[in-house]
C-alpha cells in the first residue's frame, strides 16, 4: 500500500483517487499522525506529502512524525510536501513575489526516475504562494519554471523526491505518468488491487474481528448499508441480523421498500423499529445543523443497543460508513475544523456499547459500487443515488416538523419521479428536494398563499469529494416546478440551486 499524510489541501482525496485507479491501495491519515500507528502497515511501499494551506516557515505549521523520515520507503513531497522536505534537510523556503495559481510551463532537467517518459517541456497545474529559495544539500534540481527555479528535486540516495506542481490534478498534462513512475518504478508496488482482492481480505479481516459473535446492522436500504450488509452476510451468514430504524426522515415509501426487498435476503433477521415520534421529539426546537446530526447519530445509536439488549449476545454494530464519511467529519489537520458531522461518524458518542464494524469505511461511493456488483447486489441498489444518514432531516433547514417532513417528501419524490421519466436518474450524482426556512407570498385561484420554498438540487460526481450542478433542461425544471406547486400543499415557489462543491457542499446541511 501507499501511505498519504494529508496536510489539508483540498488535492489530498485526488491523489487517492489516482493512485486506486492504477490499482494500487492506498490510505489517507492526518499529516502529524504519529509513526507508531503505521507499524501494522508490513506492505508499506511509499509514503506521500500532500500540499497544504499553511507556510513551513510558520510557527503553527503542521510536520509529520519524526520517525517518518527513517521509515525506510520513497517518499514524494507534493506542494506544501516538498516544501517540508527542503526544509527539514537545511533547504530554505520563503514567500514568492510572485504567487502561481493555474497552468504553469516547467522545463524538465533531469528525465530518468520521476519524469521519465515525459517531454522537456511539461504543462502543470500549480497553486502556491511560497516557494524554494534553496534547495538542501545532496538535492539535485529535477525541474524548472519561470517563477519557480526549483520547480522539482530529487535525491536518489534517500529515495526522497518533490514536485511543487500537483500531478494529481487533471490540469497536469502528464500528471498520471508522473504519480506511476513514483508507484511503480521507484516505489516497486504492484497494480493488483482489485475489487474481488478487497472481498477476500475484507471477509477473512471481518471473520477475525467477529469471530462466533453476532453482529447489528443499522440497514438504511441506501447502497451503502446494502452492500456493507450483503458483505458482512458473505462472511458471517446468520450472525448478522438487520435492524431497519424507521425515524420518519426517509423517502416515501421507504420502509415499506425496505421490507419487500430485504426482508427476502434476511427473512426474520431483518427487524423494522418504529421511531418517527422519538426523533422528532428530540430535534423539536434545533436549528443547528451539527447539532442536528449528532442528535440524530446518538438516538441511532441508543436505538441500536436497544435492539441488541432484546436480542443478546450482541456485540458489533454494523454500519455502511463509506470513506468521504470520514474524510468530511474528523479535522484532518488538527487546526482545521470539519466540513459536517456524518452520523455514523461525527455523530457518534464517544462511548459506544458495541464495537464497530465497517467494510466499506476505506472505499469511495464508486468503488462501493463496483463492490456491490461482485456481490450480484441488484442494479436497482447499486444504481440508487446517494442519500444522506440522517435524512430528510438535514434537507429540511431549520427546526424538523411533521408537516415540513410531509411537504419535503412529497416534493423529493416528484423531483425523483420526474428525473427517472427524463431517462436521467441514472446519468445523474444525486437529485433531490430541499424545504427552506422561508415563506413568500404567492396567488393560488386568486388567492393569497403564505407558505414553503422548495429548491431542488441535481450535481455529478465521482466520488462526493467534488460535484458540478447538473444543467437540467428548462422544459424538466418547469414541470417540477408545477407539479410540487401544484400537488403539494404548503408550498407555493420553487428554485434551482446552480452551486458546485466547492465552495458548497452537496446537502445543504
Same mark, same amino acid.
Given at each position: 500500500?501507499?501511505?498519504?499524510?494529508?496536510?489539508?489541501?483540498?488535492?489530498?482525496?485526488?491523489?487517492?483517487?489516482?493512485?486506486?485507479?492504477?490499482?494500487?491501495?492506498?490510505?489517507?491519515?492526518?499529516?502529524?499522525?504519529?509513526?507508531? #500507528?503505521?507499524?501494522?502497515?508490513? $506492505?508499506?511501499?511509499?509514503?506521500?506529502?500532500?500540499?497544504?494551506?499553511?507556510?513551513?516557515?510558520?510557527?503553527?505549521?503542521?510536520?509529520?512524525?519524526?520517525?517518518?523520515?527513517?521509515?525506510?520507503?520513497?517518499?514524494?513531497?507534493?506542494?506544501?510536501?516538498?516544501?517540508?522536505?527542503? =526544509?527539514?534537510?537545511?533547504?530554505?523556503?520563503?514567500?514568492?513575489?510572485?504567487?502561481?495559481?493555474?497552468?504553469?510551463?516547467?522545463?524538465?532537467?533531469? #528525465?530518468?526516475?520521476?519524469?521519465?517518459?515525459?517531454?522537456?517541456?511539461?504543462?502543470?497545474?500549480?497553486?502556491?504562494?511560497?516557494?524554494? #529559495?534553496?534547495?538542501?544539500?545532496?538535492?539535485?534540481?529535477?525541474?524548472?519554471?519561470?517563477?519557480?527555479?526549483?520547480?522539482?528535486?530529487?535525491?536518489?540516495? %534517500?529515495?526522497?523526491?518533490?514536485v511543487q506542481f500537483h500531478p494529481e490534478v487533471k490540469h497536469s498534462v502528464n500528471g498520471r505518468k508522473i504519480l506511476?513512475?513514483?508507484?511503480?518504478?521507484?516505489?516497486?508496488?504492484?497494480?493488483?488491487?482489485?475489487?474481488?482482492?478487497?472481498?477476500?481480505?475484507?471477509?477473512?479481516?471481518?471473520?477475525?474481528?467477529?469471530?462466533?459473535?453476532?453482529?447489528?446492522?443499522?440497514?438504511?436500504?441506501?447502497?451503502?448499508?446494502?452492500?456493507?450488509?450483503?458483505?458482512?452476510?458473505?462472511?458471517?451468514?446468520?450472525?448478522?441480523?438487520?435492524?431497519?430504524? $424507521?425515524?420518519?426522515?426517509?423517502?416515501?415509501? =421507504?420502509?415499506?421498500?425496505?421490507?419487500?426487498?430485504?426482508?427476502?435476503?434476511?427473512?426474520?433477521?431483518?427487524?423494522?423499529?418504529?421511531?418517527?415520534?422519538?426523533?422528532?421529539?428530540?430535534?423539536?426546537?434545533?436549528?443547528?445543523?451539527?447539532?442536528?446530526?449528532?442528535?440524530?447519530?446518538?438516538?441511532?445509536?441508543?436505538?441500536?443497543?436497544?435492539?441488541?439488549?432484546?436480542?443478546?449476545?450482541?456485540?458489533?454494530?454494523?454500519?455502511?460508513?463509506?470513506?468521504?464519511?470520514?474524510?468530511?467529519?474528523?479535522?484532518?489537520?488538527? #487546526?482545521?475544523?470539519?466540513? %459536517?458531522?456524518?452520523?455514523?461518524?461525527?455523530?457518534?458518542?464517544?462511548k459506544m456499547k458495541m464495537k464497530l464494524v465497517e467494510p466499506l469505511k476505506f472505499l469511495f461511493k464508486d468503488e462501493?459500487?463496483?463492490?456491490?456488483?461482485?456481490?450480484?447486489?441488484?442494479?436497482?441498489?447499486?444504481?440508487?443515488?446517494?442519500?444522506?444518514?440522517?435524512?430528510?432531516?438535514?434537507?429540511?433547514?431549520?427546526?424538523?416538523?411533521?408537516?415540513?417532513?410531509?411537504?419535503?417528501? %412529497?416534493?423529493?419524490?416528484?423531483?425523483?419521479?420526474?428525473?427517472?421519466?427524463?431517462?436521467?436518474?441514472?446519468?445523474?450524482?444525486?437529485?433531490?428536494?430541499?424545504?427552506?426556512?422561508? %415563506?413568500?407570498?404567492?396567488?393560488?385561484?386568486?388567492?393569497?398563499?403564505?407558505?414553503?420554498?422548495?429548491?431542488?438540487?441535481?450535481?455529478?460526481?465521482? $466520488?462526493?469529494?467534488?460535484?458540478?450542478?447538473?444543467?437540467?433542461?428548462? =422544459?424538466?425544471?418547469?414541470?417540477?416546478?408545477?407539479?410540487?406547486?401544484? =400537488?403539494?400543499?404548503?408550498?407555493?415557489?420553487?428554485?434551482?440551486?446552480?452551486?458546485?462543491?466547492?465552495?458548497?457542499?452537496?446537502?445543504?446541511?
Amino acid at each position: 500500500m501507499i501511505l498519504i499524510l494529508d496536510f489539508g489541501s483540498q488535492y489530498t482525496q485526488l491523489i487517492a483517487r489516482r493512485i486506486r485507479e492504477e490499482k494500487v491501495y492506498c490510505e489517507i491519515y492526518p499529516g502529524n499522525k504519529q509513526i507508531e #500507528s503505521f507499524s501494522e502497515f508490513n $506492505d508499506l511501499k511509499g509514503i506521500i506529502f500532500s500540499g497544504s494551506y499553511d507556510s513551513v516557515y510558520s510557527k503553527d505549521a503542521s510536520w509529520p512524525d519524526d520517525s517518518v523520515w527513517k521509515f525506510g520507503v520513497p517518499i514524494l513531497g507534493i506542494c506544501y510536501g516538498m516544501q517540508l522536505i527542503a =526544509e527539514y534537510f537545511g533547504g530554505k523556503v520563503a514567500p514568492s513575489t510572485h504567487r502561481e495559481f493555474g497552468l504553469a510551463n516547467i522545463n524538465i532537467k533531469r #528525465s530518468y526516475s520521476l519524469f521519465d517518459g515525459l517531454n522537456s517541456n511539461e504543462i502543470v497545474w500549480m497553486s502556491h504562494g511560497d516557494k524554494l #529559495s534553496e534547495i538542501p544539500i545532496g538535492f539535485k534540481v529535477t525541474a524548472e519554471s519561470d517563477n519557480s527555479p526549483y520547480a522539482a528535486i530529487e535525491n536518489v540516495e %534517500k529515495n526522497i523526491y518533490g514536485v511543487q506542481f500537483h500531478p494529481e490534478v487533471k490540469h497536469s498534462v502528464n500528471g498520471r505518468k508522473i504519480l506511476r513512475n513514483f508507484l511503480f518504478k521507484i516505489c516497486n508496488s504492484k497494480s493488483d488491487w482489485t475489487m474481488k482482492s478487497y472481498i477476500v481480505d475484507e471477509v477473512k479481516r471481518i471473520k477475525e474481528q467477529v469471530g462466533d459473535g453476532k453482529v447489528l446492522c443499522a440497514m438504511s436500504g441506501g447502497v451503502d448499508s446494502s452492500v456493507a450488509a450483503v458483505m458482512l452476510y458473505r462472511a458471517i451468514g446468520k450472525q448478522l441480523i438487520c435492524v431497519h430504524v $424507521d425515524h420518519g426522515f426517509q423517502k416515501l415509501f =421507504e420502509t415499506e421498500r425496505v421490507r419487500d426487498v430485504f426482508g427476502k435476503i434476511f427473512g426474520e433477521n431483518l427487524i423494522i423499529v418504529s421511531a418517527k415520534e422519538i426523533f422528532l421529539s428530540r430535534l423539536k426546537g434545533v436549528v443547528d445543523p451539527e447539532q442536528k446530526r449528532k442528535i440524530i447519530g446518538h438516538t441511532f445509536i441508543e436505538l441500536f443497543d436497544r435492539e441488541s439488549k432484546k436480542l443478546k449476545d450482541i456485540n458489533f454494530l454494523l454500519q455502511g460508513t463509506i470513506y468521504p464519511d470520514i474524510i468530511e467529519s474528523f479535522s484532518i489537520k488538527g #487546526s482545521k475544523v470539519p466540513i %459536517k458531522s456524518h452520523h455514523n461518524v461525527g455523530g457518534l458518542p464517544e462511548k459506544m456499547k458495541m464495537k464497530l464494524v465497517e467494510p466499506l469505511k476505506f472505499l469511495f461511493k464508486d468503488e462501493v459500487r463496483v463492490l456491490g456488483r461482485e456481490l450480484r447486489i441488484p442494479e436497482e441498489i447499486i444504481n440508487r443515488q446517494p442519500f444522506p444518514g440522517p435524512g430528510l432531516a438535514v434537507r429540511i433547514l431549520g427546526e424538523v416538523t411533521d408537516e415540513k417532513l410531509d411537504i419535503l417528501k %412529497k416534493a423529493d419524490n416528484i423531483v425523483i419521479e420526474e428525473i427517472i421519466k427524463a431517462g436521467l436518474y441514472e446519468k445523474i450524482w444525486q437529485s433531490f428536494a430541499i424545504l427552506l426556512p422561508v %415563506k413568500t407570498v404567492g396567488v393560488m385561484g386568486d388567492a393569497r398563499t403564505y407558505e414553503y420554498v422548495v429548491a431542488i438540487r441535481a450535481v455529478n460526481s465521482d $466520488d462526493a469529494m467534488t460535484a458540478d450542478w447538473v444543467k437540467l433542461p428548462h =422544459e424538466l425544471l418547469e414541470k417540477i416546478s408545477s407539479r410540487i406547486i401544484n =400537488e403539494v400543499k404548503g408550498a407555493n415557489r420553487v428554485v434551482y440551486d446552480i452551486s458546485n462543491k466547492p465552495p458548497a457542499t452537496i446537502e445543504w446541511e
